[in-house]
Nanobody
């Protein structure tokens, strides 16, 4: 298990940007594929982005954020990032980072075994 702590959330106007960070504990961070999810009030948690283990050479993002959000990782800092540009009010949610369970690249919540506590992102119109 890896411990995860998100930061970087806040209040931003529509069209603005935020960068979320997720700091992981442990010396095996690079061996985990990492993902970002979000959950808006009254809605189910949804997949946002995933990055492969190692150098992070493969990434995938949800259609709703493609072209606006970018996931990246810095293994030397045990950190995964989510750069969010051109934010919209519908991006308002609690954002969670998660470490993949096993060696897969699934995008379902059940594919991830460790979760952070979440960070709130609020986009005003």
């Amino acid at each position: 298990q890896v411990q995860l702590v998100e930061s970087g959330g806040g209040l931003v106007q529509a069209g603005g940007s935020l960068r979320l960070s997720c700091l992981a504990s442990g010396r095996t961070f690079s061996s985990y594929a990492m993902g970002w999810f979000r959950q808006a009030p009254g809605k189910e948690r949804e997949f946002v982005a995933i990055i492969s283990s190692g150098s992070g050479g493969w990434t995938s993002t949800a259609a709703s954020v493609r072209g606006r959000f970018t996931i990246s990782r810095d293994n030397a800092k045990n950190t995964v990032y989510l750069q969010m540009n051109s934010l919209k009010p519908e991006d308002t949610a609690v954002y969670y980072c998660a470490a993949q369970r096993g060696y897969g690249l699934g995008t379902r919540s059940v594919d991830f075994g460790s979760w952070g506590q979440g960070t709130q992102v609020t986009v005003s119109s």
